[in-house]
């Protein structure tokens, strides 16, 4: 059964930093790879599609990389502001977009 | 704009009550799904469904029933809703494998319904 895990859990840092998020899968039969952001008490935003052809993609300051072999992605978040404060998911998607897989998050705070 | 609408951010409802969560997409998506999301769990499948009339049980499905008699609506359906069934519900649609795109099987989301269940 395919699990998927995100760390850290929490992440404080100071406006202005670079900073990476981290999740893995276990099992790299997967068709692509999403991020996410969710603000408290809101729905999922998509962020970013990797399709398992890819290495990574980018948005402005965002960028995820993926490593199928591996069972690993990350999103690196470039110069962060306070308005990047929210819980980063990622999700894998299996069974041709029939079965998405999240992990539990990471919940960024970029004080200002 | 890929939009997925649900129809309440927020409800109350009393102990034995059936209840219905309605789910609305408008890019003709072949996918849609159910989720419930607690502190501490994360977010777990209920159901869903691939095409009109179809459905598949996703990781919880106890105490829960859907239906899709149109393309564009996906209704989660509580039968006698429990206090345990307080949560945050998320509806998702994505296009399914048929179209051999990869980029297509990307998962949109609703802004999610807030149940109490007193």
């Known amino acids: 059964k395919q699990e998927v895990t995100q760390i850290p859990a929490a992440l404080s840092v100071p406006e202005g930093e670079n900073l990476v998020l981290n999740c893995s899968f276990t099992d790299s039969a997967i068709y692509n790879l999403q991020w996410f952001r969710q603000d408290p008490g809101k729905g999922l935003t998509s962020l970013l599609l990797i399709q398992s052809s890819q290495r990574e993609q980018t948005s402005g300051r965002l960028n995820a990389s993926l490593d199928k072999s591996s069972g690993r992605s990350t999103l690196y978040i470039a110069a962060s502001q306070p308005g990047d404060s929210a819980t980063y998911l990622c999700a894998v998607c299996q069974n041709y977009g029939q079965n998405f897989v999240f992990g539990p998050g990471t919940r960024l705070s970029v004080l200002p | 704009d890929v939009k997925v609408t649900q129809s309440s951010r927020y409800l109350v409802k009393r102990t034995g009550e059936k209840v219905f969560l309605e789910c609305v997409q408008d890019m003709d998506h072949e996918n849609m799904f159910w989720y419930r999301q607690d502190p501490g769990l994360g977010l777990r499948l209920i159901y869903f469904s691939y095409d009109v009339k179809m459905k598949e049980k996703g990781d919880i499905p106890e105490g829960y029933s859907v239906s899709r008699e149109k393309k564009e609506r996906f209704s989660l359906i509580l039968e006698s809703a429990s206090t345990n069934q307080t949560s945050m519900y998320l509806c998702?649609?994505?296009?399914?494998?048929?179209?051999?795109?990869?980029?297509?099987?990307?998962?949109?989301f609703g802004q999610g319904t807030r149940l109490t269940v007193v």
């Open positions: 998702a649609s994505s296009r399914g494998s048929g179209t051999g795109r990869e980029v297509d099987t990307e998962a949109f």
